[in-house]
């Protein structure tokens, strides 16, 4: 059984940082992708940016520059570091793992930004 679980959401002004964690548990193989989701309030869930095992990772356009993801192997975790945050950042923001047989979702972790 392979679980997910995100920690280090909250609430930020605009121009501040957060770094968003996600520990996977259970058997998830050597080839996969990690990755960052969000999903806004009335809006569609939508990517943020992913990283392979292999570590290549791609962006949403509306990050590049300002979010860096990066992961640990060994402990199985994918970060997401977020800079120069703005209020059209805030979201609930998912993890998710693509394994070769399957993919899984966190349960999600707010991130607000204030004007």
């Known amino acids: 059984q392979v679980q997910l679980v995100e920690s280090g959401g909250g609430l930020v002004q605009a121009g501040e940082s957060l770094r968003l964690s996600c520990g996977a548990s259970?058997?998830?193989?050597?080839?996969?992708?990690m990755g960052w989701y969000r999903q806004a309030p009335g809006k569609q869930r939508e990517l943020v940016g992913a990283?392979?095992?292999?570590?290549?990772?791609t962006y949403a356009d509306s990050v590049k520059g300002r979010f860096t993801i990066s992961r640990d192997n060994a402990k199985n975790t994918v970060y997401l570091q977020m800079n120069s945050l703005k209020p059209e950042d805030t979201a609930v923001y998912y993890c998710?793992?693509?394994?070769?047989?399957?993919?899984?979702w966190g349960q999600g972790t707010q991130v607000t930004v204030s004007s």
């Open positions: 259970g058997s998830i193989g050597s080839r996969n992708v």
């Open positions: 990283i392979s095992s292999g570590g290549e990772s």
């Open positions: 998710k793992l693509s394994t070769t047989w399957g993919a899984y």
